[in-house]
């Protein structure tokens, strides 16, 4: 049986360092604070939303919620978003997305100050993990996918990593990311020609797809490590399930994530780790 990667001892031993981090900025009179923005009501983003409070709130984060309705004009969000950056006291942002059709994405997205944008809403800080740059934030749950690695002892200097999926939430970035630690990344997708050998051929698996069972037990193989990023409801099971055929490769390779318990669970951690940061920063510059 694979041994089961879970995310919430990685979601711990971050939490335990960063709580040392808060005190610190606590004792220097500042108290590192995220704003949410979030327009309507949606399941998924309400459902991230009280993570992200419940987080930040065991940390000492504080949290202001600033919530639109879901018909609201786009000067009305454009102002919300204008208000945090203008708002010393607040260091870092998290707008929910997607947002509803009605409103202009990619000009909220500009809007939004790339030094308070902690969850890679913004052109800037897309530029500064392509680039390498100290330029915004990664998107946090592919910087959870590293971490998760990280905590678990694999090496990934030297590894072969396949990821599937090309999102510039989680596929795009994550590659960059874990190149950066000098790991040999190929990028897969659901119209790669022979996905499964492609997946056999890597030492650790990284699936973000968005579609149940990408990854079956016919594309991995013994010693592999399998971290599945999918977030999606099973109608037919009537439950949550990721990306990866669960049931069928658990027996097959050395390690994998669950679904849920997995990547999710170390996502509002790294969240609350780039807030901390923000606030690190912004202390500097007084």
């Known amino acids: 049986m694979a041994r089961v ?18 005190e610190a900025l606590a004792r220097q009179g500042l108290t590192p ?23 930040c709130d065991s940390l000492g984060i504080d949290v ?17 978003i204008e208000s945090v950056n203008a708002d010393d006291t607040i260091q870092g942002c998290l707008m929910l997305r997607p947002l509803p059709s009605t409103l202009d994405e990619v000009a909220a997205c500009a809007a939004l100050d790339p030094a308070k944008d902690v969850d890679c809403a ?7 993990v392509f680039a390498g740059e100290p330029v915004g934030f990664p998107p946090c749950t592919a910087e959870a996918c590293v971490e ?3 905590h678990y002892g694999y090496e990934l200097e030297g590894a072969d990593i396949c990821v599937v999926g090309r999102s ?11 190149q950066a630690k000098n790991a040999t990344v190929t990028m897969c997708h659901t119209r790669t020609r022979d996905l499964a050998a492609k997946c056999r051929a890597a030492d650790v698996l990284i699936v973000a797809a968005g579609h149940i069972g990408t ?19 099973d109608d037919e099971a009537n439950r949550l399930v990721g990306d990866v055929d669960y049931q069928g490769v658990e ?36």
Do not use: F
């Open 5 to 22: 990667l879970k995310g919430l001892p990685v979601a711990q031993a971050m939490g335990e360092r960063l709580a040392v981090r808060v």
């Open 33 to 55: 604070t995220l704003a949410i923005i979030r327009v309507g009501e949606r399941s998924d983003d309400l459902a991230y939303e009280r993570g992200a409070c419940k987080r």
């Open 64 to 80: 202001r919620r600033i919530v639109l309705p879901v018909e609201c004009a786009q000067q009305e969000l454009m102002d919300a």
């Open 122 to 128: 913004t052109a800037g800080s897309l530029y500064g």
């Open 148 to 150: 998760l690695l990280e």
């Open 168 to 178: 510039l939430v989680i596929g795009k970035p994550v590659s960059m990311m874990l």
């Open 215 to 233: 990854v079956g037990a016919d594309a991995v193989r013994p010693g592999q490590v399998v971290v599945d990023v999918g977030i999606n409801w």
């Open 251 to 286: 027996g097959i390779v050395d390690a994998v994530t669950p679904v849920p318990g997995g990547v999710g669970s170390v996502t509002t951690a790294v969240l609350a780790k780039h807030v901390v940061e923000a606030a690190e920063v912004a202390l500097a510059l007084r």
